[in-house]
């Protein structure tokens, strides 16, 4: 509703890995329909708000700073906050496919999380973690690693494990996890040769695309939950 309705990225999983198949292809129309969100189960329900967390620290620091004043009342579901948050995630995701519709720079900023995030997921056989689920461990793990690598103020990382955890995700990363993930990070699509395209959150609501070796990544992962 509020990340794959936009932009027609579709993807395919594949035993190596997260979404490694797949092609952009808009849709003739979105339809979204808050009322849906009630047939869904509490952990679906709140999986799905890990990407417009996504959203907001990448792209609107006015969504997240709305994040945190509503957390209780989006975390209960109520549909009148969800309506003013799902509709602000999809204008700021609208603004960035707009100018980037094959991902060719800027959009790969929405990766965030989903490096590590995909690794866990495709770790746990899609059956340990919902998507959300591991993108919200994903996103905290990254964010440690660039706060690690100087690129991300530490207090953000706070901010945002704090968010997810009023939200009812999961915010805290096992290492153990990570660790045994990591082949999968290693055959993720956005490697080339030996580095990695990474989403860098530089400060609330903006972040850029930077190429980190794989294995000045995986230090300052581990170096982070150390
Ligand atoms: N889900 C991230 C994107 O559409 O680019």
Redesign the pocket.
């Known amino acids: 509703m509020v990340?794959?309705s936009?932009?027609g990225?579709t993807g395919f999983d594949h035993p190596t890995g997260k979404n490694l198949l797949g092609a952009f292809h808009q849709p003739s129309g979105v339809v979204v329909d808050l009322a849906h969100l009630s047939t869904l189960s509490a952990r679906e329900r709140t999986s799905g708000l890990a990407?417009i967390v996504k959203i907001a620290l990448t792209s609107d620091a006015s969504l997240l700073d709305a994040l945190e004043s509503d957390a209780a009342s989006i975390a209960r579901g109520e549909t009148r906050v969800l309506a003013a948050i799902v509709r602000r995630a999809i204008e700021a995701?609208v603004r960035i496919?707009r100018d980037d519709e094959r991902?060719k720079g800027l959009?790969a900023i929405?990766?965030l999380g989903?490096t590590v995030g995909h690794a866990l997921e495709a770790h746990g056989n899609y059956r340990t973690h919902l998507h959300g689920e591991a993108v919200a461990l994903g996103t905290i793990a990254e964010l440690a690693a660039t706060s690690r690598l100087g690129l991300t103020p530490a207090p953000l990382v706070d901010r945002a494990r704090a968010l997810f955890a009023r939200l009812g995700l999961p915010s805290n990363p096992s290492r153990a996890e990570i660790a045994a993930s990591w082949s999968f990070v290693a055959s993720d699509k956005k490697r080339v040769m030996t580095r990695i395209r990474i989403p860098v959150v530089t400060k609330p609501g903006e972040a850029r695309i930077e190429q980190i070796s794989l294995d000045s990544l995986r230090e300052a992962v581990f170096a982070a939950f150390g």
């Open positions: 990340d794959a936009v932009g990225k990407e995701k496919v991902e959009r929405l990766n989903h």
